[in-house]
T-cell receptor
Framework: DTEVTQTPKHLVMGMTNKKSLKCEQHMGHRAMYWYKQKAKKPPELMFVYSYEKLSINESVPSRFSPECPNSSLLNLHLHALQPEDSALYLC???????????FGPGTRLTVL | EDKVVQSPLSLVVHEGDTVTLNCSYEVTNFRSLLWYKQEKKAPTFLFMLTSSGIEKKSGRLSSILDKKELSSILNITATQTGDSAIYLCAVEARSGGGADGLTFGKGTHLIIQP
């Protein structure tokens, strides 16, 4: 299995909702990442997990809460988001020491 | 602050032409430079470069890194309409132990006309 999967593909939520994005990989990668990509912009790093521990948080607001329950899964919990948080959320994984990151298809999030 | 600059930002050529895309970077503790192709979905990996002067090739695509000039080029020969995409350059900077995220340039939007 050489792919990263993400669910859901699309998500529409209100500003008071709580939702979660899920990411899964079975390539044995021990690093996993969340990126945010706005329209016509490059991906921007949000979080990095190394060996299931949060190693990098790029000053992301606390309304985004990542979780890595095991080496194959990565979640992003969303609460009280703003319309400007609407974007494509990309998950990626890589081996720890060779940063050849493989991206999932993304979740397109719309906050109303 | 780490910086990755790509040029040109957009490029329109005819099928069969050869194109060269540029990427320059300013990062502390450079580790690797990566090229991705993005169509309407997630970026797909093309190349990872860590050593200067060594060309990586895959079919009609090739890339080389110049660590002295802090830059890289991506060449595509005999372009096809399927090469139309945004080409992203990203740099990994070493932050210590463990994995590092990528800093992306704004991308080159390449359009191949039949």
């Amino acid at each position: 299995d050489t792919e990263v999967t993400q669910t859901p593909k699309h998500l529409v939520m209100g500003m008071t909702n709580k939702k979660s994005l899920k990411c899964e990989q079975h390539m044995g990668h021990r690093a996993m990442y969340w990126y945010k990509q706005k329209a016509k912009k490059p991906p921007e790093l949000m979080f990095v997990y190394s060996y299931e521990k949060l190693s990098i948080n790029e000053s992301v607001p606390s309304r985004f809460s990542p979780e890595c329950p095991n080496s194959s899964l990565l979640n992003l919990h969303l609460h009280a988001l703003q319309p400007e948080d609407s974007a494509l959320y990309l998950c990626a994984s890589s081996p720890i020491y060779y940063n050849e990151q493989f991206f999932g298809p993304g979740t397109r999030l719309t906050v109303l | 602050e780490d910086k990755v600059v790509q040029s040109p930002l957009s490029l329109v050529v005819h099928e069969g032409d050869t194109v060269t895309l540029n990427c320059s970077y300013e990062v502390t503790n450079f580790r690797s430079l990566l090229w991705y192709k993005q169509e309407k979905k997630a970026p797909t990996f093309l190349f990872m470069l860590t050593s200067s002067g060594i060309e990586k090739k895959s079919g009609r695509l090739s890339s080389i890194l110049d660590k002295k000039e802090l830059s890289s080029i991506l060449n595509i020969t005999a372009t096809q309409t399927g090469d139309s995409a945004i080409y992203l350059c990203a740099v990994e900077a070493r932050s210590g132990g463990g994995a590092d995220g990528l800093t992306f340039g704004k991308g080159t939007h390449l359009i191949i006309q039949p």
